[in-house]
């Protein structure tokens, strides 16, 4: 009854540990900022299939790099994790400070399409960014160079929107049509994945006959 008592009260401080990281982040995004992110999930999603990937290229490399991914997925998995919620800050929550309201429901919105962008990740999908990107980016920076960007920025902003998401469409079609299975098939999918800890991190530290720490 003890040793029961005892190992569930560990489990309860573990689990309630992460949960109070959570909220903590939370409620110091929200007395900073003003801001509910409702994505604050789908960021640590992103930090978990950071170390997923970095134990799959560990894998690959052997000898001991799976025994020592972990030293690099974890820095790794912070800063992929802080770079997508810096571009989420400078497209949509910098515009809705103080709206608490707004905030809710944009980020609850992008974190569906984040939970859908990881689900269907592909090399097509991936290049059809990168196209999409590169002509919308440099096209704009072409006209504020040589144009009254001001004057035309109206009528060119949807242009160039239009046509490198039409162009960017295109391609991405014709690479999904024309690669291999192995190409074009999602990176991640909807299925779980799982990242395995390395040995020395495995198993735990037993205390009598029942009671034992992960």
């Not at 109070?20 to 999603?45: Q, S």
């Not at 090399?123 to 960007?149: A, H």
Request: proline letters at 4%; glycine letters at 12%; hydrophobic letters at 55%.
């Amino acid at each position: 009854m003890l040793e029961g008592l005892i190992g569930g009260l560990f489990n309860g401080i573990s689990i309630g540990a992460v949960l109070l990281i959570v909220a903590l982040g939370l409620a110091i995004v929200f007395g900073l900022m003003g801001v509910i992110n409702l994505a604050h999930g789908e960021l640590m999603m992103f930090g978990a299939y950071t170390t997923f990937v970095v134990q799959n290229a560990a894998k690959g490399i052997g000898g001991i790099a799976p025994e020592i991914y972990i030293f690099v997925a974890l820095p790794l998995a912070f800063l992929v994790a802080a770079a997508v919620g810096l571009l989420l800050e400078r497209t949509v929550i910098r515009y809705l400070y103080g709206r608490p309201l707004e905030t809710l429901l944009a980020t609850w919105g992008v974190s569906l399409i984040m939970i859908q962008f990881v689900r269907s990740v592909s090399w097509p999908m991936v290049i059809g960014l990168v196209i999409f990107s590169v002509l919308f980016l440099g096209g704009r920076w072409v006209l504020t160079r040589y144009t009254d960007w001001e004057r035309v920025s109206q009528w060119a902003n949807p242009i160039l929107l239009g046509l490198s998401a039409a162009i960017a469409l295109v391609a991405g079609f014709v690479i999904n049509n024309a690669g291999s299975a192995e190409f074009v098939r999602p990176w991640f999918g909807a299925r779980n994945v799982d990242v395995t800890p390395p040995t020395w991190l495995r198993g735990g530290i037993s205390l009598g006959t029942t009671l034992q720490f992960p």
